[in-house]
Nanobody, 118 residues
Framework: QVQLVESGGGLVQPGGSLRLSCAAS????????MSWYRQAPGKERELVAS????????NYGDSVKGRFTISRDNAQTTVYLQMNSLKPEDTAVYFC???????????WGQGTQVTVSS
């Protein structure tokens, strides 16, 4: 049974930091491209960051470049998103996504709420 369990969301003031975690199980984590997406109310889901299986290729959405850092620990089958200098417009539900190669099975987590507000 595949599981992607996000944690670490919450309420933070503008300029603050949060670290999200996504604990994965039920598939070969080291064969998966892992990504973080987010969806704000009334908006489409957007890519925040992605990381390839060995961590050598990383991509960020334009709105988070220089503020967010994605990383992974294949031994712990966990992917992280360090979020610094948070802004109110970062408020959204953050989702973890896995694409498992070679057959590109796609899995999503249930999401964790991040709210940036004073």
């Amino acid at each position: 049974q595949v599981q992607l369990v996000e944690s670490g969301g919450g309420l933070v003031q503008p300029g603050g930091s949060l670290r999200l975690s996504c604990a994965a199980s039920g598939f070969t984590f080291s064969s998966a491209v892992m990504s973080w997406y987010r969806q704000a109310p009334g908006k489409e889901r957007e890519l925040v960051a992605s990381i390839n299986p060995l961590g050598g290729s990383i991509n960020y959405g334009d709105s988070v470049k220089g503020r967010f850092t994605i990383s992974r620990d294949n031994a712990q089958t966990t992917v992280y998103l360090q979020m610094n200098s948070l802004k109110p417009e970062d408020t959204a539900v953050y989702f973890c996504k896995a694409i498992v190669f070679p057959y590109r099975q796609t899995y999503w987590g249930q999401g964790t709420q991040v709210t940036v507000s004073s």
